[in-house]
């Protein structure tokens, strides 16, 4: 790049595939980021292969991560470049506590906006959680998950941005024999941080006494608890109380916390046709509490694909996390006033 080698420039570097591969893009792009913006290897050798030492990395993992949020490839080259320039300067001249100011303002200082995202922005925002979960960065994924969850709200950012994102990374690690396995886990992990940090408490002023709740539970040999959080997330900002039993919870377990409960609705998840148990489901759909001439029992919604093609007989089978936001926010609001107490244990 016609600039001094960086520290640790006289290490072995990296080869432009593997760099490739732990940044999520194409040797291609790497090239061309080298050709067009400057973005390139301080040393090479044998005169032409590129070595890439770790301040050209550290260079090249902020333009992927300002490319993701937006940002134009020249300009994000440029900033990436500085950013990288006032990093090596700060450490060698500067006090700890000077910090430059960042390049792209943090997720908390962005407008929330209402509606669905657009196509391009949906785009944008999925590309930029891939590439980020492919390069194994955490940073990368948290900044960009709490963006989208801070300008769309919970139900677009999981239907609209994260559900998409985590397919994606689902068929990268099925059509490469299972190669991506670690980087489908890291998105799920901080997909859950981010959902589970959003998830509002409820307060004084929400007037929730006596309120009865929505039951949440994977059926029994079910692992897959993310449509649940996403769910438990959207719903405490209605909000509609919960309980959240999560992954894979036996069905004895599941009919007492019903009972003791006395839940508005139980809402069930099935990823997998193996797991979905219409005995189950039906055994909590006939539960009854209260006292005589006054019984209730909950409305029971069967969620995930694993119920696709099985009778519902009167239980309620929502297609995505909007629909079934409306049906339990329906069904809680004339359930709460009739409740007469909690069920006998």
Request: charged share 20%.
């Amino acid at each position: 790049m016609g600039t001094p080698e960086r520290a640790g420039a006289g290490e072995p570097g990296l080869t432009t595939g593997a760099l490739a591969r732990r940044l999520g893009v194409s040797p291609t792009t790497l090239r061309s980021w080298d050709r067009r913006y400057g973005i390139g290897p301080a040393a090479r050798t044998d005169g032409r292969h590129r070595r890439w030492a770790p301040g050209d990395v550290a260079v090249l993992e902020a333009m992927c991560r300002l490319t993701a949020s937006g940002v134009p490839p020249a300009e994000a080259a440029r900033a990436a470049r500085e950013r990288t320039d006032r990093g090596a300067a700060r450490d060698t001249a500067a006090p700890p506590s000077a910090a430059p100011p960042p390049a792209v303002p943090p997720p908390a200082a962005r407008p929330r906006t209402s509606g669905t995202p657009s196509p391009a922005s949906v785009g944008r925002h999925g590309r930029g959680l891939a590439r980020a979960a492919v390069r194994l960065d955490a940073a990368a994924l948290e900044e960009r998950l709490e963006a989208v969850v801070t300008a769309y709200g919970v139900v677009a950012a999981w239907q609209d941005v994260m559900v998409p994102a985590l397919h994606a990374v689902g068929r990268q690690w099925a059509s490469s024999g299972d190669r991506y396995v670690e980087v489908e886990h890291l998105l799920s992990w901080h997909v859950s941080t981010t959902l589970r940090r959003h998830t509002r408490q409820a307060g004084p002023a929400d007037d929730l006494a006596g309120a009865a709740p929505v039951v949440l539970a994977c059926v029994p040999g079910e692992q897959h608890t993310l449509p649940l959080e996403a769910l438990n997330a959207a719903l405490s900002h209605v909000p509609v109380p919960t309980r959240m039993f999560g992954a894979a919870v036996p069905a004895e377990a599941l009919a007492a916390a019903v009972r003791r409960v006395g839940p508005a609705a139980v809402l069930l998840w099935a990823q997998a046709r193996s797991t979905a148990s219409l005995p189950l489901a039906e055994h909590i759909a006939a539960m009854e509490w209260g006292v005589k001439g006054a019984r209730a029992g909950p409305l029971v919604l069967l969620a995930g694909p694993g119920w696709a093609g099985r009778p519902a007989r009167g239980m309620a089978r929502p297609t995505g996390l909007r629909e079934a936001l409306d049906l339990l926010t329906t069904t809680h609001r004339p359930r709460t006033a009739r409740r007469l107490g909690p069920p006998h244990p």
